[in-house]
């Protein structure tokens, strides 16, 4: 039997979304990998784990991204200007943190066009939200931070070099380039309305909701009728574990045998 290199992830509660796209990778560029979705309860003993196993790199999800930081021996710079690490890459074993949700995030959009001189609304400034300001501001973008904890938006702001403002603000999308939702509302299960109100959204403006279940959000919905340009919680979901692949394999990822599970799986 020949050798395969192992990557995976460590949360609380694995989801099948990280595997069938790593895996459809691996099998589209015929590299022996394989891709296991841990359930973690001991950080501490699963990081030793990827240590002793020479576990190649681990995907790192809630409750894990803040408790690895100082159990990693090196992170990236932005990971830790952030605050959070979802990615782990193991150099015989000298383990780095990483964050890829801002790749994942800054790849979304431009896409659909340049962040450079954009103007970007951000509603919610929890974990996703700290890394899609920091990723949007290094590649260029003005930053508007709005969220329910006014205190929490005026700190990430000042981090960041960008403003503050409560949720009211979403009523204003239209003064926006680009608006992206990193709270939860219009998640399946917790609250199926749009944190925007419709008629704040003007043809061309760009809305990305990072929210991806459902597919398609109230707030999309409304986005994709009034004429703005959508991009899909998805498309970051993918271009952050497109991120994880290249820093694992060393490898493109293959993008669109990735997209292709993802959307079987969502
Ligand atoms: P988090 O750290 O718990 O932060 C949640 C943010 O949403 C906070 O700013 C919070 O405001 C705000 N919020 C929560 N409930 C709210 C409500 N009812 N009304 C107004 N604001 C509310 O969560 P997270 O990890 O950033 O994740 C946020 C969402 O993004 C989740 O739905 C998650 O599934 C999704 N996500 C998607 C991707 C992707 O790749 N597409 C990646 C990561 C996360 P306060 O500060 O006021 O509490």
Same mark, same amino acid.
């Given at each position: 039997?020949?050798?395969?290199?192992?990557c995976?992830?460590?949360s609380l509660h694995p989801?099948?979304?990280?595997?069938?796209?790593?895996?459809?990778?691996?099998?589209?560029?015929?590299?022996?990998?394989r891709y296991?979705?841990?359930?973690?309860?001991?950080i501490?003993?699963?990081?030793?784990?990827?240590?002793a196993?020479g576990?190649?790199g681990?995907g790192?999800?809630?409750?894990?991204?803040q408790?690895?930081?100082p159990l990693v021996?090196a992170?990236?710079?932005?990971?830790?200007?952030?605050g959070a690490v979802?990615?782990?890459?193991?150099d015989d074993?000298?383990l780095?943190?990483f964050n890829t949700?801002?790749? #994942?995030? /800054?790849?979304a959009l431009?896409?659909?066009r *340049?962040?450079?001189? !954009?103007?970007?609304?951000?509603?919610? $400034?929890? =974990?996703?939200?700290r890394?899609?300001?920091?990723?949007?501001?290094?590649?260029g973008a003005?930053v508007?931070?709005a969220?329910?904890?006014a205190?929490?938006?005026?700190?990430?702001a000042a981090?960041?070099?960008?403003e503050a403002q409560?949720?009211g603000?979403a009523s204003?999308?239209?003064?926006?380039d680009?608006?992206?939702?990193a709270t939860p509302i219009g998640?399946?299960d917790?609250?199926a309305?749009?944190?925007?109100?419709?008629?704040?959204?003007?043809a #061309?403006? /760009?809305v990305?909701?990072i929210?991806?279940? *459902?597919?398609?959000? !109230?707030?999309l919905?409304?986005?994709? $009728?009034? =004429?703005a340009?959508?991009?899909?919680?998805?498309?970051?979901?993918l271009?952050q574990?497109?991120?994880q692949?290249e820093?694992?394999?060393?490898?493109?990822?293959?993008?669109?045998?990735?997209?292709?599970?993802l959307?079987a799986n969502?």
């Open positions: 039997m020949s050798l395969v290199t192992l995976g992830s460590l989801s099948p979304l990280g595997a069938s796209m790593h895996e459809a990778g691996y099998r589209a560029l015929g590299l022996a990998f296991v979705p841990f359930a973690v309860r001991d501490g003993g699963a990081i030793a784990g990827v240590r196993l576990i190649r681990a790192v999800s809630y409750p894990y991204k408790r690895v930081m021996d992170l990236d710079p932005l990971a830790q200007r952030i979802n990615t782990i890459v193991n074993g000298r780095t943190g949700d801002w790749v #994942g995030a /800054v790849r431009e896409e659909v *340049p962040l450079s001189g !954009a103007r970007l609304l951000l509603l919610g $400034a929890g =974990g996703a939200g890394a899609i300001a920091y990723g949007a501001r290094e590649h003005l508007t931070i969220n329910r904890d205190a929490k938006a005026r700190e990430l981090a960041v070099g960008g409560g949720l603000e204003r999308a239209a003064d926006y680009v608006l992206v939702n998640m399946q917790v609250d309305r749009s944190p925007v109100p419709p008629a704040a959204i003007r #061309g403006l /760009v990305m909701d929210v991806y279940k *459902p597919v398609e959000t !109230a707030l919905a409304d986005a994709r $009728a009034r =004429g340009v959508v991009v899909h919680g998805g498309r970051m979901l271009h574990a497109a991120r692949f820093l694992y394999t060393g490898r493109p990822a293959p993008l669109e045998a990735m997209d292709t599970a959307r969502l």
